[in-house]
């Protein structure tokens, strides 16, 4: 007999957790289904958790007592827009051009955008999500992981359960909390699949440097923390930008760049970039940050896809028996590299929960849900108002003269004796020592992504060098295996010695060449099945648990 739930919850996320700890406080039998071993092994952030937003539906309304029990690292006291120039050469030192919003009033309120609710924390979801995860069963509802959703049940054009990797589950209704790769939300009619211009790809690396030295350097009193957006000639061309958070004892460190741009600066810039890591890596090589850096060990790398919220967030946020709450909904704004998604992940959670004890009442799960779209009214604006902002903060303009412009006019002179080169192995040699700081449970009988025989035929193939992991690789007959269109064309131009007869090679290799794939050190960002074709590249959710095991997220 297939057992009967008031309300599923897939994805124990901090969308997920809030929507069944909401419902379990008040009593109602829920079922909170996570596909990774523990919560928040699977997540990642950059990243700054806002505790209140919209009034009754923060995290503080929920968890009144979050920032006395919560794992946070550090409360963020300052926000800070960084614009960085290359270092150059001159007169035996190295000059560049920086500008700190601190410096400039009018940027320094721009950077304080997203602050003011005086409930401001850096966190690491592999630890936070699992403390809220473990709220949910404190309070009686039923958190059950390793346990993958990969269809819904259907009865009289009504949503009324789960298909998971184990058994078939019912409900009065189902949320959809399963992220920015959520396949629910397709199945349901809510959304096609997403494109390259529907999402931003963020990289992080997490640096291990301790309490002390991180006060130390940032000139920070014990358990405050600050927050960076940066952007610069790093970034090749990518829209979007870097950013630093300060944990307790770590450093949270990378980019979060529109995924077009990333693409296209992918292509055009072969000799230099191989993969989006290598902009962390040269971001984290300049002498701005390297001071900041400085005997810093890295300890977690990853990827995530972030989706833009003013294309992805869902017109119609629900179908009878069924709703979709944080990144499955588009719920999450950016702003440069600021990010912020989980209050608004948090607070669609608590408004599907409120809906579906309103809907309770009635005694009905179809019409009533549309109290749902009422209820998210006050994102959804916020949401539009920085589909406004974006036509700026991503325009050409300001990554091209805008903040170069700027940096000339207003920016201060820095200098350094010597420049950290950043690593100079290949691709494939640096991607490895990057997954090295993961755990994986690797799935031997079951691959979650499937890539037809027809990726040979692709003119492309810009899995291979947006793959923040090995998974995709090009064998080229005669010259090898690559993990990026950069090692490839230094093997040509080591050749034919010409730059521009080098290119061309690269590419009439890339259109020949064999893609070869392997899953086992996938970091489930969805990169590849975003870039499509979908008929190609179809990826789902790993089962029992399997795939990468974030320690920090």
């Not at 008040?26 to 909170?32: I, Q």
């Not at 049940?153 to 019912?170: F, I, P, Q, S």
């Not at 963020?202 to 030295?213: T, Y």
Request: hydrophobic residues 40%.
């Amino acid at each position: 007999m297939t057992d009967k739930y008031d309300v599923i919850v897939v994805g124990a996320g901090v969308g997920g957790s809030a929507a069944a700890l909401y419902l379990a406080k008040k009593g109602y039998d829920v079922m909170l289904l996570e596909k990774g071993m523990v919560p928040g092994q699977k997540n990642l952030t950059g990243g700054v958790l806002y505790g209140s937003f919209v009034e009754g539906y923060g995290l503080i309304d929920l968890v009144p007592e979050f920032e006395k029990e919560a794992p946070l690292e550090r409360r963020v006291i300052d926000y800070r827009l960084v614009l960085l120039s290359s270092p150059v050469k001159s007169g035996g030192k190295f000059q560049y051009k920086y500008l700190d919003s601190k410096d400039v009033p009018l940027l320094h309120s721009m950077a304080h955008r997203l602050k003011g609710t005086g409930h401001d924390y850096t966190v690491h979801r592999a630890r936070f999500d699992k403390w809220l995860a473990s709220k949910v069963e404190q309070a009686g509802g039923l958190v059950v992981t390793g346990t993958a959703v990969e269809d819904l049940l259907w009865r009289d054009g009504k949503v009324v359960g789960v298909r998971t990797t184990k058994e078939d589950v019912e409900a009065d209704v189902v949320i959809d909390a399963s992220g920015v790769t959520s396949k629910l939300v397709i199945k349901a009619g809510l959304r096609e699949p997403l494109s390259p211009e529907d999402v931003y790809h963020g990289v992080k690396f997490v640096f291990e440097l301790g309490e002390s030295e991180i006060e130390s350097r940032f000139g920070l009193a014990k358990g405050e923390g600050i927050a960076m957006a940066v952007m610069g000639d790093f970034l090749h061309g990518m829209k979007g930008g870097g950013f630093l958070y300060t944990d307790k004892s770590t450093i949270s460190f990378g980019i979060a760049v529109d995924a077009v741009s990333m693409l296209k600066s992918l292509r055009d810039n072969v000799p230099i970039l191989g993969k989006p890591v290598d902009v962390v890596d040269e971001m984290a090589s300049h002498p701005y940050f390297s001071k900041y850096l400085e005997g810093a060990k890295l300890v977690e790398y990853g990827a995530h896809n972030i989706p833009k919220g003013y294309r992805t967030f869902l017109e119609r946020p629900f179908i009878p028996g069924f709703m979709v709450v944080g990144d499955a909904l588009g719920a999450f704004v950016k702003l440069g590299a600021v990010i912020d998604g989980m209050r608004r992940a948090i607070a669609s959670g608590i408004m599907a929960a409120v809906t579906y004890e309103q809907a309770r009442k009635r005694g009905e799960f179809s019409q009533s849900l549309s109290l749902y779209k009422e209820l998210l009214k006050p994102l959804e604006a916020d949401i539009s108002r920085y589909r406004a902002e974006t036509l700026v903060s991503e325009s050409d303009f300001l990554y091209g003269r805008g903040y170069t412009s700027l940096l000339q006019s207003a920016g201060k002179v820095g200098y350094a004796d010597i420049i950290k080169e950043p690593p100079t192995v290949d691709s494939q040699q640096r991607i490895q020592s990057l997954t090295a700081t993961l755990s994986y449970n690797e799935d031997k009988e079951w691959a979650h992504i499937n890539v037809s025989e027809r990726a040979d035929e692709d003119q492309m193939k810009m899995w291979i060098p947006a793959c923040p992991a090995n998974c995709y690789t090009l064998l080229v007959e005669g010259k090898g295996v690559f993990a990026s269109f950069r090692d490839l064309y230094k093997v040509n131009l080591s050749k034919v010695r010409d730059p521009g007869e080098a290119a061309k090679l690269t590419w009439s290799d890339v259109r020949q060449g064999k893609v070869r794939f392997d899953y086992v050190p996938c970091v489930a960002c969805g990169t590849c099945w975003v870039i499509g074709p979908k008929d190609v590249i179809d990826f789902n959710p790993e089962r029992q648990g399997h795939g990468v095991k974030y320690s920090y997220g």
